[in-house]
């Protein structure tokens, strides 16, 4: 390939303002993928500060703090990395309580891999909030994303969370979402509503996340309100099913977060019976709501991920179970060989076959089949009599992608959501300390 075909097939050209862009903290170049901010209302029971706590050399909000009612409720799900911030050990510890007042959120600094110091800053942070707040220091919750083995400054911090707690009501969620960013290029966030018996609720979600994206349970910071009356036990319960559909489905380069933390709040304020379990009057509706929520907001994170053109769904049918096709799916999903196969609009069905091989589950090259948006290019270990690759290549020239392969084995089904691998990628991480 001529390095002109390169240069057309790559945006590299855009990705190297980006990254320019970031390092100079101006405007960035919004991925092309971006969906618009939606129009959010408030949340009964929730009050947002953004403030400027000055992690980084910005002129920016990078401290959230949110005022939650009394008897909110919280569950959470976090990285299963074995290196996780002192956030995520806080979170952790805190959320058997199943109660919350307070969140702080962190922009700029992870705060992983920084020993006692980092632990020390979370701490006086989250104490700090409660104090502002006026409840206990175990129903403040917190998160950083940033920069990891970077201590979170803990005078900036306080400084932060205090300027943050002045400010509250003084911000809405785009305010919040922006504040939580960092190589995010466009403000993300959902809402959806639910009816429990005649009590129309609302969820809203604002998530960032844009690369270091590969779930373990979910991979980014996101965080969801809503004015439902939910007991601790079942929020936990309903938000695992729908990480489990969403968050933990997606992947934008195979690597998992240090920080990674998605936490449900559920303020009661809209008064209806609470909910206790799946036998509840209205608890499938709710649980279908917040998965709906959950997976647009796991979308969006996708159409941002770093360098991306294109959003990819992955569906596999016919393995063994749907965790074999998940597995399946993943490795498809993770493959550079297969992103950028997509990248340049190359129908490369090869390179899926080796992705399917390589998972480790039960495949039968006879019983495989492959194919491209509507097009089916292989099928029982060669490629179809007749293929005609014209259809698929206008498929792979627009902004998304579904490719599907079915095992023809057993009843098992998943599907997973990646974005193609460009030198964007490569040009945003090279500079992301600079």
């Known amino acids: ?78 990285t299963r990395s074995r290196c996780p911030s002192p956030e995520v050990e806080l979170c952790r510890a805190r959320l058997p309580g199943g109660r919350a007042r307070g969140l ?53 911090a306080v400084a932060g969370v205090k300027a943050a707690h002045a400010a509250l009501g003084g911000s809405d969620f785009l305010a919040a979402t922006n504040a939580i960013g960092t190589t995010d290029t466009f403000p993300k966030a959902a809402s959806v509503a639910a009816l429990i018996g005649e009590t129309r609720v609302t969820l809203t979600g604002i998530i960032k996340g844009s690369g270091m994206i590969a779930p373990d349970m979910a991979t980014m910071l996101g965080f969801i309100f809503t004015d439902a009356s939910v007991a601790p036990d079942f929020l936990q319960a309903a938000l695992t099913r729908a990480n489990a559909r969403s968050f933990s489905c997606i992947t934008v380069d195979g690597d998992t977060s240090t920080s990674d933390t998605v936490l449900a709040f559920a303020t009661g304020a809209a008064g209806h019976a609470e909910l206790t379990g799946w036998d509840s009057p209205g608890a499938d509706a709710f649980a279908a709501a917040l998965h709906d929520l959950c997976r647009q907001l796991a979308l969006l994170v996708v159409r941002d991920g770093e360098g991306a ?3 990819i769904a992955v569906t596999v049918t016919g393995a063994e179970s749907d965790a074999a096709a998940h597995r399946i799916g993943m490795s498809i999903a993770n493959s550079p060989l297969v992103k950028t196969a997509i990248a340049g609009g190359d129908a490369n069905w090869g390179r899926v076959v080796m992705a399917v091989g390589k998972a480790g589950e039960t495949a039968e090259r006879d019983l495989l089949s492959i194919r491209f948006g509507t ?40 599907q997973v959501w990646t974005c193609d691998l460009t030198h964007g990628y490569i040009s945003i991480n090279a500079d992301y300390r600079s």
């Open 375 to 414: 097009t089916e290019v292989a099928r029982a270990g060669a490629v179809v009599p007749g293929y005609d690759e014209a259809p698929v290549a206008a498929h792979l020239a627009g902004d998304s992608v579904d490719i599907a392969v079915d095992l023809g084995i057993g009843p098992g089904r998943s």
């Open 309 to 311: 053109t294109k959003l």
């Open 104 to 156: 702080v959120v962190n922009a700029g600094n992870s705060n992983a891999f920084t020993g006692m110091a980092g632990r020390e800053a979370a701490t006086a942070q989250t104490g700090a909030a409660a104090a502002l707040l006026g409840c206990a220091v175990e129903d403040v919750f917190s998160a950083s994303t940033g920069v990891i083995g970077v201590p979170l400054p803990q005078d900036k």
């Open 1 to 78: 390939m001529s390095p002109e075909s390169i240069a057309r097939r790559l945006p590299e050209a855009k990705a190297l303002d980006l990254a320019v862009a970031r390092r100079h903290d101006v405007t960035m170049t919004t991925s092309p993928l971006a969906r618009p901010f939606p129009e959010l209302g408030p949340v009964a029971g929730v009050r947002i500060g953004t403030a400027t706590a000055g992690y980084k050399p910005w002129q920016r909000a990078d401290v959230t703090l949110v005022e939650l009612a009394p008897g909110t409720a919280v569950a959470g799900v976090l």
